[in-house]
């Protein structure tokens, strides 16, 4: 089995601490990165995003190809070694330097989060100059794939719910499957998915109302959003 995950890709880091104060007391001197205090044995890297969701779709078994964006610097770089190592190929990965690649660092103590830092973008859709290299390498081996999953973090790749409906449609032309997980509900409209995916906390933000999760349990609140998304089964995940 052969699956496309495709959509907005991360670089997760992990800085692992000994206790707390060991995140307060390194010196920066001035034009020092926040790492330069921490030895590399404590600083671990890894796909986040829809890179996280081909991870463990790889993790199962199967057969991954991976599509995104990335910026043009040492995390795009990074992101696309890491897939040349754990899916044998990075060709669906468009780097531009109109981009900055999406970075999460967690410093992490003892099991816990203390700190998370983001380094980012806030630029909205990526042009259709990008998206328009992206399908264009997605397409070139003929849409061979036995599943897609769409994945939208609101990074820029799928930010406009006519780029996905658009590529949906090329999907069902070709009768795969196709998955949407997304934080943004209102974005897979009309997408006709075999099934979409979100929390219970965006479900909240697009039903315009508190759900709780006995109406989940017993479909009420549900019907209608997915009645609006168009879709043949939809998730919530209502996490603990």
């Known amino acids: 089995m052969k699956i496309l995950v495709i959509g907005d890709i991360m670089l997760d880091m992990f800085v692992n601490l000994e206790n707390v104060d060991e995140l307060y007391n390194g010196k920066m001197s001035e034009g020092n990165s926040l790492f330069s205090n921490y030895i590399p044995e404590k600083v671990h890297v890894d796909l986040g995003g829809a890179g996280l969701v081909a991870r463990f779709c790889k993790s199962l078994g ?16 990074t992101i696309e070694q890491i897939c040349k190592e754990k899916f044998g190929e990075s060709d669906l ?3 531009s ?3 900055m ?13 203390i700190l998370r830092i983001n380094e980012e973008e806030m630029s909205g859709t990526l042009n259709d100059e990008i998206i328009g290299d992206l399908f264009v390498r997605v397409n070139s081996n003929g849409l061979d794939f036995d599943g897609v999953i769409i994945v939208d973090y609101g990074k820029g790749v799928w930010n406009d719910s006519m780029r996905i409906s658009q590529f949906c449609d ?4 070709n009768e795969i499957p196709c998955l949407i997980s997304t934080k943004y509900p209102e974005n897979a409209m009309g997408c006709e998915s075999d099934i979409t995916v979100c929390n219970l906390r965006e479900m909240d933000s697009f039903a315009s109302r508190f759900v709780t999760i006995e109406e989940i349990l017993r479909d009420r609140g549900v019907l209608a959003v997915a009645n609006k998304l168009m879709c043949d089964n939809f998730v919530v995940t209502c996490g603990k």
């Not at 690649?101 to 989060?113: A, Q, S, W």
């Not at 090329?170 to 032309?173: D, G, K």
């Open 170 to 173: 090329s999907i069902r032309r």
């Open 101 to 113: 690649t999406t970075t999460k660092t967690r410093f992490v103590c003892e099991g816990h989060t």
């Open 62 to 77: 199967v057969d991954v190809s991976l599509g995104g964006v990335v910026g043009d610097d040492d995390g795009g770089y």
């Open 97 to 99: 330097e109109k981009v």
């Open 93 to 95: 990965i468009v780097s």
